[in-house]
């Protein structure tokens, strides 16, 4: 697998241990061109990075050493995890995103994400369930990789989790809220109350239905988003 390397001055020169990195967060760039995009992650007025940067050909380029912290997740909680940074390597993948015109990730650029995300989970024996995306750690400020990401492909290679539909389900329940955000909170989902309706609810909902359910993004739990919410914490 051929990187090409453009460092980005934007790291914090820490060096941690392999068994620090225990994520890969996924990312699309969200500005009009590959360009802008390399010149904001390697501009030190942004103060922002990330570890690799694929595009729309596939080329991978890397811009921070894994050893390094980039900084590319930003104020983000998973689990008991705060500011992922720390404990992740960033990829960002080469999209126009939701601003710009969101475009279908290409079929090369997702083939050598894989090749990548293999070789890392190997390297740093990442579990499968902490393939995630940006918007999953960062629900309230962030939207990305979106609904176009292939989450359900990747969790076949065991890169990100997945449900399974199961028919033997009981659908009963008194309060889908209450018993859905407990789900949540089970897989890692913070930025909630669970007993306790939030204006933020709806961009959690959102995140968890752009990652396991992406033609249904509507913010609300609906009896779909509920079941998979269950299917993938029983």
Same mark, same amino acid.
């Given at each position: 697998?051929?990187?090409?390397?453009?460092?980005?001055?934007?790291?914090?020169?820490?060096?941690?241990?392999?068994?620090?990195?225990?994520?890969?967060?996924?990312? =699309?760039?969200?500005?009009?061109?590959?360009?802008?995009? @390399?010149?904001?992650?390697?501009?030190? #007025?942004?103060?922002?990075?990330?570890? =690799?940067?694929?595009?729309?050909?596939?080329?991978?380029?890397?811009?921070?050493?894994?050893?390094?912290?980039?900084?590319?997740?930003? #104020?983000?909680?998973?689990?008991?995890?705060?500011?992922?940074?720390?404990?992740?390597?960033?990829?960002?993948?080469?999209?126009?995103?939701?601003? =710009?015109? =969101?475009?279908?990730?290409?079929?090369?650029?997702?083939?050598?994400?894989?090749?990548?995300?293999?070789?890392?989970?190997?390297?740093?024996?990442?579990?499968?369930?902490? *393939?995630?995306?940006?918007?999953?750690?960062?629900?309230?400020?962030?939207?990305?990789?979106?609904?176009?990401?292939?989450? #359900?492909?990747?969790? +076949?290679?065991?890169?990100?989790?997945? *449900?399974?539909?199961?028919?033997?389900?009981?659908?009963?329940?008194?309060?889908?809220? @209450?018993?859905?955000?407990?789900?949540?909170?089970?897989?890692?989902?913070?930025?909630?109350?669970?007993?306790?309706?939030?204006?933020?609810? #709806?961009?959690?909902?959102?995140?968890?239905?752009? +990652?396991?359910?992406?033609?249904?993004?509507?913010?609300?739990?609906?009896?779909?988003?509920?079941?998979?919410?269950?299917? @993938?914490?029983?």
């Amino acid at each position: 697998m051929k990187i090409l390397r453009d460092f980005s001055p934007n790291y914090t020169k820490v060096i941690r241990s392999k068994a620090e990195i225990k994520f890969i967060i996924i990312h =699309y760039t969200g500005m009009q061109s590959e360009i802008e995009s @390399l010149k904001r992650l390697k501009n030190p #007025k942004h103060k922002v990075s990330c570890h =690799y940067l694929i595009n729309r050909k596939g080329k991978i380029i890397q811009l921070v050493r894994e050893k390094n912290v980039a900084w590319h997740a930003g #104020k983000s909680r998973w689990k008991k995890f705060v500011n992922l940074n720390n404990n992740s390597i960033g990829i960002e993948l080469v999209n126009k995103g939701h601003k =710009y015109g =969101y475009q279908k990730f290409t079929n090369i650029q997702i083939r050598n994400l894989i090749k990548l995300c293999k070789n890392l989970k190997k390297k740093y024996a990442i579990k499968t369930e902490n *393939f995630l995306g940006h918007s999953d750690i960062s629900p309230l400020r962030k939207i990305d990789p979106g609904e176009k990401f292939p989450w #359900k492909k990747l969790s +076949h290679l065991k890169i990100g989790q997945w *449900f399974k539909d199961r028919t033997n389900f009981n659908r009963n329940s008194k309060n889908l809220r @209450l018993v859905f955000f407990k789900n949540l909170r089970k897989l890692g989902y913070r930025y909630f109350s669970i007993n306790k309706k939030n204006y933020s609810d #709806k961009k959690v909902i959102k995140s968890f239905q752009q +990652h396991y359910l992406p033609k249904n993004v509507t913010g609300k739990i609906d009896r779909k988003t509920y079941e998979i919410s269950h299917f @993938l914490t029983n």
